[in-house]
């Protein structure tokens, strides 16, 4: 079965750093790519950015871009969201999905999703 | 940028009836366009990709059509476990979502 499992909720503090991770099975994981989406509570879907595992390219939204590290190791089959200092307004749930198998299409729709990590930022 | 505008942002129908949701994008797209449904609390559901083929496994209610910048989202015949939010997508660039239209039984 194909599938990517994510790592379970979290809860931080403003200025501490996260890092929620997102593991693939059942498919070349190495060979898609990978992308994060953020939905804050009772709002709508934000596409964050995406890596291709097997060369770590990645591509940011420019909403995203210098607010979050996106990473990867092909070799547990495992892409990472990171923050380095948290905010209140990060406090949402994010979600990991697979975008397509072609390297020359980084960007695509998700057809596999995580079941979601719920991230809440409070002091 | 690109802009998405996806109306109506929630309507009301009731059972059988034939729902439409629209998404437009500020500029040409072509059809890199997919729609998800999501369900209160569940996780999005990839509908539809390429404006109009259907994800296998999706009920044959639901399509899609448009080119471009204007693009459809339409179920056929309302069921009850179509309650949800739907989400358009593009992705000719760096992906965005629409704003979501709510969809509830009348």
């Known amino acids: 079965e194909v599938q990517l499992v994510q790592s379970g909720a979290e809860v931080k503090k403003p200025g501490e750093s996260l890092k929620i991770s997102c593991q693939g099975s059942g498919y070349s994981f190495s060979r898609y790519w990978i992308g994060w989406v953020r939905q804050r509570p009772g709002k709508g879907l934000e596409w964050m950015g995406t890596?291709?595992?097997?060369?770590?390219?990645?591509r940011h939204s420019p909403s995203f871009q210098g607010q979050v590290t996106i990473s990867a190791d092909k070799s547990t089959n495992t892409a990472y969201l990171q923050w380095s200092s948290l905010q209140a307004s990060d406090t949402a749930m994010y979600y990991c999905?697979?975008?397509?198998?072609?390297?020359?299409?980084?960007?695509?729709?998700?057809?596999?999703w995580g079941q979601g990590t719920m991230v809440t930022v409070s002091s | 940028d690109i802009q998405m505008t996806q109306s109506p942002s929630s309507l009301s129908a009731s059972v059988g009836d034939r729902v439409t949701i629209t998404c437009r994008a500020s500029q040409g797209i072509s059809n890199f366009l997919a729609w998800y449904q999501q369900k209160p609390g569940k996780v999005p559901k990839l509908l539809i990709y390429?404006?109009?083929t259907l994800q296998p496994g999706v009920p044959s209610r639901f399509s899609g059509s448009g080119s471009g910048t204007d693009f459809t989202l339409t179920i056929s015949s309302l069921q009850p476990e179509d309650v949800a939010t739907y989400y358009c997508q593009m992705y000719n660039s760096a992906p965005l979502f629409g704003g979501g239209t709510k969809v509830e039984i009348k």
């Open positions: 390429g404006a109009y």
């Open positions: 890596i291709y595992p097997d060369d770590s390219d990645t």
């Open positions: 999905g697979r975008g397509s198998g072609s390297y020359f299409n980084a960007y695509d729709a998700f057809d596999i």
